[in-house]
């Protein structure tokens, strides 16, 4: 099992910035896949950001350029740096992690982006 702890989330005006932390723990091994992946009302979830442990990181289109994922093997951390954020970013974000042909999700954390 993994558990997934998020933090950081909130609200903001058009063209700030937000940070999303999410720590894993439990039994992790060393090849997964760590990111964000978002819903917003009345739409499906869809991918925001993941990063494998062999370095390989994707972005959704709509976020390329604003945001930036990061992650810490050894600290078991992923971060997404949301930059120039836009009222469509507003969604709640959550915590992805895989492995072992398994899907672990966080408890997901809003994110509001209005003037």
């Known amino acids: 099992q993994v558990q997934l702890v998020e933090s950081g989330g909130g609200l903001v005006q058009p063209g700030g910035s937000l940070r999303l932390a999410c720590a894993a723990s439990g039994s992790i091994f060393s090849i997964n896949v760590m990111g964000w992946y978002r819903q917003a009302p009345g739409k499906q979830r869809e991918l925001v950001a993941t990063?494998?442990?062999?370095?390989?990181?994707d972005y959704a289109d709509s976020v390329k350029g604003r945001f930036t994922i990061s992650r810490d093997s050894a600290k078991k951390m992923v971060s997404l740096q949301m930059n120039n954020l836009k009222p469509e970013d507003t969604a709640v974000y959550f915590c992805?992690?895989?492995?072992?042909?398994?899907?672990?999700w966080g408890q997901g954390t809003q994110v509001t982006v209005s003037s």
């Open positions: 992805y992690f895989y492995q072992v042909r398994r899907d672990y």
């Open positions: 990063a494998t442990s062999g370095g390989i990181i």
